[in-house]
Antibody
Framework: QITLRESGPTLVTPTETLTLTCTFS??????????VGWIRQPPGKALEWLGV???????RYSPSLKSRLSITTDTSKNHVVLTMTNMDPVDTATYYC????????????????????WGQGILVIVSS | QAVLTQPSSLSASPGASASLTCTLR?????????IYWFQQRPGSPPQYLLR?????????ASGVPSRFSGLKDASANAGILVISGLQSEDEAEYYC?????????FGGGTKLTVL
């Protein structure tokens, strides 16, 4: 059974750097095609994809947030860490991590990713 | 213009069918993409329902009833989530997602009310 759990501060002050940890079990980030994604959801609003880290340590980020985001994993690859700099009240949201499976078509170059399952999420409030 | 556009709300009666649309921006051809659908009930994380690209390339998530299905409307450049035999428990927010330029993109979500 795959499980993921987000942890970190629930209150950060503006301009501070947010660091969230996704602790997972039931899969290995050493397995080809496996990845962990981060998605956030402001209160009452839609989901927003933030980024992903792949089994081969490749990373992709939302173009609009790329300059502020970093996703890393530790050497044991049992945790994935999301870092977001210069936090602002508009970054108040529930932050989710999710298990991903990469799909790639060699003949067309088409790729996509399925996020399933997701962690329960952590609400991060940005306020002074 | 947003990459994916979903109507903000939809209402339907118990037992009826509901079609939730996810319209792709005009420069992105729906035929190319797998459309992923997620259900989110209040206070819970999103749950993967299914993906649909074509009748030969589709997947139902484990445990998701067959009354949830995917379609495409090429003329509208849209993916469609069809829920038949609506039940009260289907009342939720539904999000579509595609993978575009190696990045995930979500639609704005549709709040489905069953009344």
């Amino acid at each position: 059974q795959i499980t993921l759990r987000e942890s970190g501060p629930t209150l950060v002050t503006p301009t501070e750097t947010l660091t969230l940890t996704c602790t997972f079990s039931g899969f290995s980030l050493n397995t080809r095609g496996v990845n962990v994604g981060w998605i956030r959801q402001p209160p009452g609003k839609a989901l927003e994809w933030l980024g992903v880290i792949y089994w081969n340590d490749d990373k992709r980020y939302s173009p609009s947030l790329k300059s502020r985001l970093s996703i890393t994993t530790d050497t044991s690859k049992n945790h994935v860490v999301l870092t977001m700099t210069n936090m602002d009240p508009v970054d108040t949201a529930t932050y989710y991590c999710a298990h991903g499976t990469l799909y790639y078509e060699f003949w067309s170059g088409y790729d996509d990713n399925c996020f399933d399952p997701w962690g329960q999420g952590i609400l991060v409030i940005v306020s002074s | 213009q947003a990459v994916l556009t979903q109507p903000s709300s939809l209402s339907a009666s118990p037992g009826a069918s509901a079609s939730l649309t996810c319209t792709l921006r005009s420069d992105i051809n729906v035929e190319t993409f797998r459309i992923y659908w997620f259900q989110q009930r209040p206070g819970s994380p999103p749950q993967y329902l299914l993906r649909y690209r074509s009748d030969s390339d589709k997947q139902q998530a484990s445990g998701v009833p067959s009354r949830f299905s995917g379609l495409k409307d090429a003329s509208a450049n849209a993916g469609i989530l069809v829920i038949s035999g609506l039940q009260s428990e289907d009342e939720a927010e539904y999000y579509c997602m595609i993978w575009h330029n190696s990045a995930g993109v979500f639609g704005g979500g549709t709040k489905l009310t069953v009344l």
